[in-house]
Nanobody, 123 residues
Framework: VQLQASGGGLVQAGDSLRLACTPSGRANPNYPKAWFRQAPGKDREFVAA????????IYADSVKGRFTISRDNLKNLVTLQMNSLKPEDTAVYYC?????????????????WGQGTLVTVSS
């Protein structure tokens, strides 16, 4: 399964962006999904995850209350709504999919990864 992340861009602090993640081919729509990010010079970090049916989500403390992860299994789509963006949110954002039910916090729980989409937040 190959995943495609889209929706990144250059915004100002306080603005919003909506990222989307879709598989490039046929894929099980019920995989647990997650978003991770990697800022320049830093390790990849967990952002948000959602379980297979969308009823359970987890967030990193740094984005809780500002970001929302959701999914539409009929469209095989996972989105990350990012509000009140801060300069420290600047990073390449990656979507990931695993097996099982989820949601999972650890990156090693996810087998499939997208190429990433760049989000840049200016102050």
């Amino acid at each position: 399964v190959q995943l495609q992340a889209s929706g990144g861009g250059l915004v100002q602090a306080g603005d919003s962006l909506r990222l989307a993640c879709t598989p490039s081919g046929r894929a099980n729509p019920n995989y647990p999904k997650a978003w991770f990010r990697q800022a320049p010079g830093k390790d990849r970090e967990f952002v948000a995850a959602i379980n297979w049916n969308g009823r359970s989500t987890i967030y990193a403390d740094s984005v809780k209350g500002r970001f929302t992860i959701s999914r539409d299994n009929l469209k095989n789509l996972v989105t990350l709504q990012m509000n009140s963006l801060k300069p420290e949110d600047t990073a390449v954002y990656y979507c990931a999919a695993g097996t099982g039910r989820g949601p999972f916090l650890r990156s090693d729980a996810y087998e499939f990864w997208g190429q990433g989409t760049l989000v840049t937040v200016s102050s």
